[in-house]
């Protein structure tokens, strides 16, 4: 059954809207249907999770770190926009709190809003490419 792309992204991003772990999102492949769940709030939807998630018609919606959009992405943002700055990003990202200083290296070289662009299109697209993977047909 295909399955709206936005369906699936907007439970990605509830997904991602926590650490590893802390937010879950279920596909049913048969109906399309997904079922939310968070660890800090319980079952998100009026339904209860099914019994039987670990048949494999359902699949869980992965975290954005799953899909290898972390540091990765950030250096070939780098490598691509900002080539003088790649010893700075590495020493950034030797240290905690990492992606507030890489955003303030980003706003002070005008270049945050180009981030978010570059950003959204390597997760659409890994996103899509998971579905596929996944054998998810997607309608539209």
Not at 43 to 57: A, Q, Y
Not at 95 to 124: C, I, P, T, V
Request: glycine share 8%; with cysteine.
């Amino acid at each position: 059954m295909p399955v709206s792309f936005s369906d699936i992204a907007d439970a990605f991003n509830f997904v991602s809207s926590g650490g590893v772990g802390e937010c879950h999102a279920y596909l049913d492949r048969q109906s399309g249907k997904t079922y939310w769940q968070s660890d800090l709030i319980g079952e998100l939807e009026e339904e209860k999770l099914p019994d039987d998630l670990d048949d494999e018609r359902y699949v869980e919606i992965p975290h954005r770190n799953e899909l290898d959009l972390g540091k990765r992405l950030v250096f070939a943002f780098v490598d691509e926009h900002l080539p003088d700055n790649v010893e700075e990003v590495r020493r950034i990202f030797s240290r905690r709190g990492a992606y507030g200083q890489f955003k303030n290296l980003l706003a002070r070289q005008g270049m945050l809003d180009r981030w978010h662009e570059f950003s959204n299109q390597a997760e659409e697209a890994a996103l899509r490419q998971w579905c596929a993977d996944n054998g998810i047909e997607l309608a539209g």
